[in-house]
């Protein structure tokens, strides 16, 4: 285990942080943020709830990973964001298709 912690080290010394890294975190952390922000609304009401803004911050989050991943050129990596992206946007066209006050409660 020692071992692979020192070459995941050395390994991430060797990354260059340049703009398309430090987009692809800002990608993730976006991605990230809709889970946080799920568990903080549901803590607050006491229930399970998926906030609308869970789906904005997919679709934010999805929308940049996909412009990361064609950079990177990671076909598994494109076809599992576009594949979201879809999702969200069709989830964001029922919460305004059928109002966001259903959604949120």
């Known amino acids: 285990m020692?071992?692979?912690?020192?070459?995941?080290?050395?390994?991430?010394k060797g990354i260059s942080f340049n703009g398309w890294v430090i987009f692809g975190f800002v990608g993730q952390f976006l991605f990230s943020m809709r889970?946080?922000?799920?568990?903080?609304?549901?803590?607050r009401v006491k229930?399970?709830?998926?906030?609308v803004a869970f789906w904005y911050f997919?679709?934010?989050?999805?929308?940049?990973?996909?412009?990361?991943?064609?950079h990177q050129q990671d076909p598994v990596f494109m076809?599992?964001?576009?594949?979201?992206?879809i999702i969200y946007l069709r989830?964001?066209?029922f919460v305004y298709k059928n109002g966001i006050k259903a959604t949120e409660s």
Request: glycine share 10%; hydrophobic share 50%.
């Open 79 to 85: 076809f599992g964001q576009g594949l979201g992206i």
């Open 91 to 93: 989830n964001l066209y």
């Open 47 to 51: 229930k399970s709830v998926i906030p």
């Open 2 to 12: 020692a071992e692979y912690l020192v070459n995941l080290l050395n390994h991430i």
């Open 35 to 43: 889970f946080i922000l799920q568990w903080i609304h549901s803590e």
């Open 58 to 70: 997919s679709l934010s989050g999805g929308i940049t990973l996909f412009i990361y991943a064609l």
